[in-house]
């Protein structure tokens, strides 16, 4: 299902990714842990394209793109769209369009993009705001919601064009601790569904409790990967320990 | 010379006139006012270089130095007295208000004796007889009379004795233009078929070229005066005397004949008998604003729709340019910056110019509210290029980012996601333009649009009531921007999506 192989990433004279090797079965929830800095954000940001790795290749569902590079035609410009249109991607400072309304939010790229009827891109909007909890804020503007309210938005958002796979940068980051369960819920949620996802968290709890694979992520490069009870109980890596030790106690 | 050929600026300079007259120094009783002159040694004499040949301009020999025949006749007259003639640059139709402020003695350029210029100062015995001289182009027949210009489109010089006379001539469609060489430019290349100007300017410029002739004798002769102070009566005395001398003695033919002035009409200047002057009542526009409220109101309509036109202009070109210099491929991009930085850069005058008398010497001839349009709308554009950029680069990056992540194309993002954000952006700005635009459409008179600064200008010339029309027009112009102000708010207000 996704396939990542030999990711390598720089900004200027700093790797950001040394080489990164995954795979993920469909309906697996994959959790990336580890240091900041340590590249996982921008392991999450090449999968979709929101940044450009310098050589690997990704493969998601059916599409895949190999090697360094903007696009350079239109023919590689599509398989870039494509590639995005299989992952969704929820940010840690939600980045809501706030000139459309929630409802807005969530059928403008279905109706623009895959040319979905208006009619059938808001039925499924509302469909997707009840399941996130927020059935009755379809009028309202982004700016009239509160920062967890918005998350689950930019989660609906995403789920409307179907990806295959949806992709969680640090999304309770931006939010107050009392927030972040209705955002964590959601997530839970669609994790319990079986939706394919990977999820870059600092949640320790929520990681153990949904993850079926952890990857422990550190200089650029997946520095130990295996089961939540492996990862919390037994890592085989010292700076795992380290790190989980830290994380935990907080 | 009669007029200002350097009109473009007398738009900004109303206020200045006004100011002037409100604090005009109460006249001292100095009528020795020659003997100051002779005890400094300098008469100084008020004039503007930029009227050109023939009267002052600066030697094409030698730039640094002046010439023209009433270069030479101030130092006939400063040696007459006993001293030296030092000239003044002062912009001509300011020459008067400068001369009340005391900026220099007397002027010597051009002024008509006429009862409105009676009214400000006094006027010496003519020095000079002018007529109005007709011409067209060589290849071409026209009128050789004043009456032959009924129903014909003819070019004079802004607010000179030709303007005044067709006017009240009437049935005349009188352009007006800046200066002289736009003047002929124009006829030249063919937008009008008739000038008519003073004489000699006419021989001067059009006479030595020969795609341009005269058509018909010179008609409606009027005389050139020195003007001083009203209470400087005995440098008036002096000066007159002077004058009588040079007319008698041959002195004033030498200086004629230099400069291929000298006619048999000048030979009259032996003869004149001033006209005694009969003080006129000053008009208040205020008072018969149902006269003059209308003829301004037509000028506001030519400003809305150049303003309106104009601006439709802009905004779309200021599109294309940003979307080209912030997404183009390099060469595009660097296009428009081009654009951008030449455009600002220079000044808007200088682009109507181009546009206008520019175009037509490569073969695009333009007629003036086109120019106008295009040239208001080319310059703003780079504004409003320029708003739109920041409007743009204000949309933070993650919008972009969730955009794309969504599956949108580049083109996609920027028009359901990146423009509608930054419109909100740039309405105040870009409102801001609009109403300047107003203003700045003032400047296309100097390619002979007639709009409400226009007007004003004519009408404030022959009524001398700077004040009312003043109060007029600025209410006009008020009342055209503040309800684009109050759309503006509105506009703003409806688009604002983040308040809680």
């Known amino acids: ?250 | 010379m009669s007029n200002a050929w350097r009109l473009s600026r007398r738009n900004h300079s109303f206020l200045v006139f006004v100011l002037l007259l409100a604090s005009r120094p109460t006249p001292g009783f100095c009528s020795d006012h020659l003997q100051s002159i002779q005890h400094k040694g300098v008469l100084l004499w008020g004039a503007d270089a930029e009227g050109g040949a023939p009267f002052v301009y600066p030697d094409p020999q030698k730039p640094e130095q002046m010439a023209g025949f009433e270069f030479d006749l101030a130092n006939a007259l400063a040696a007459k007295l006993g001293v030296k003639a030092t000239m003044v640059q002062n912009q001509w139709d300011q020459l008067l208000p400068a001369l009340d402020r005391g900026n220099f003695d007397i002027i010597l350029n051009g002024l008509e004796i006429t009862a409105d210029n009676r009214q400000h100062a006094a006027m010496s015995r003519p020095y000079y007889v002018y007529a109005q001289q007709i011409v067209i182009r060589s290849d071409s027949a026209g009128p050789s009379n004043l009456d032959g210009l009924k129903g014909k489109a003819v070019g004079v010089l802004a607010s000179s004795a030709a303007e005044r006379l067709l006017q009240q001539q009437g049935g005349v469609e009188v352009k007006s233009y800046p200066g002289n060489v736009e003047t002929f430019l124009d006829l030249k290349a063919g937008r009008i078929d008739i000038v008519l100007l003073d004489l000699p300017i006419a021989l001067y410029y059009a006479k030595p070229d020969p795609a341009l002739k005269f058509s018909g004798e010179a008609f409606s002769p009027g005389y050139y005066g020195i003007a001083v102070r009203k209470e400087d009566v005995t440098l008036l005395a002096a000066i007159n005397s002077a004058l009588e001398g040079f007319i008698h003695d041959g002195t004033l033919e030498k200086i004629y004949r230099r400069h291929g002035l000298w006619d048999e009409r000048q030979a009259g200047l032996a003869n004149y008998q001033p006209e005694t002057v009969v003080q006129r009542k000053s008009i208040s526009t205020l008072r018969e604003w149902p006269k003059y409220l209308p003829l301004l109101l037509r000028g506001a309509v030519t400003t809305i729709i150049l303003s309106i036109l104009g601006m439709a202009l802009a905004v779309a070109l200021g599109l294309v340019v940003v979307l080209a210099r912030l997404y183009g491929p390099a060469p595009l991009r660097w296009l428009a910056q081009a654009y951008v930085e030449i455009v600002r850069g220079t000044p808007l005058l200088i682009q109507l110019f181009l546009i206008y008398y520019g175009l037509p010497q490569i073969g695009l001839r333009l007629n003036a509210f086109f120019a106008g349009i295009l040239g208001l709308g080319m310059n703003y554009a780079a504004s409003e290029a320029e708003n739109y950029r920041a409007g743009i680069q204000s949309i933070p990056k993650g919008q972009t980012e969730a955009a794309l992540a969504l599956g949108m194309s580049r083109p996609q993002v920027l028009r359901r996601i990146i423009l509608p954000q930054a419109m909100r952006v740039v309405i105040p700005p870009v409102t801001n333009d609009f109403i300047a635009m107003f203003k700045d459409s003032s400047i296309v008179s100097v390619i002979t649009m007639v709009e409400l600064t226009k007007v004003y200008g004519e009408l404030a010339t022959s009524t001398y009531d700077y004040i009312g029309l003043g109060l007029m027009t600025a209410g006009i112009y008020f009342a055209l921007s503040y309800p684009a102000s109050l759309f503006a708010h509105w506009l703003e207000r409806s688009q604002s999506y983040d308040r809680r």
């Open chain 1, 1 to 250: 299902m996704i396939v990542v192989e030999n990711l390598i990433k720089s900004y200027r004279a700093t790797r950001v990714l040394q080489g990164v090797d995954h795979s993920q079965k469909r309906g697996e929830a994959v959790v990336v842990i580890g240091p900041s800095g340590c590249g996982k954000s921008t392991f999450l940001r090449c999968l979709n394209q929101l940044e450009i790795a310098d050589e690997g290749r990704i493969t998601i569902g059916d599409v895949t793109i190999a090697g360094g590079g903007l696009p350079r035609n239109a023919q590689e410009r599509e398989q870039q769209r494509r590639l995005r249109m299989r992952a969704g991607m929820v940010f840690q400072s939600f980045n809501l369009f706030p000139h459309l309304t929630v409802l807005q939010n969530i059928t403008t790229a279905p109706r623009v993009v895959k040319a979905v009827p208006r009619a059938e891109a808001e039925a499924i909007a509302v469909t997707l705001l009840a399941k996130v909890g927020l059935a009755d804020k379809a009028g309202a503007y982004p700016a009239q919601l509160s920062g967890g309210q918005q998350q689950r938005v930019a989660i609906a958002r995403a789920l409307a064009m179907e990806p295959e796979v949806m992709l969680f940068d640090e999304p309770t980051s931006a939010l107050d601790p009392e927030l972040r369960d209705e955002v964590l819920r959601v997530m839970r949620q669609l994790a319990e569904e079986g939706m394919t996802m990977i999820v870059v968290t600092h949640e320790m709890q929520f990681a153990r409790d949904i993850a079926n694979t952890i990857l422990f992520f550190e200089g650029g490069r997946v520095l130990e990967s295996g089961s939540p009870e492996q990862m919390f109980t037994a890592p085989t890596q010292e700076r795992t320990r380290d790190f989980l030790r830290r994380a935990t106690t907080r």
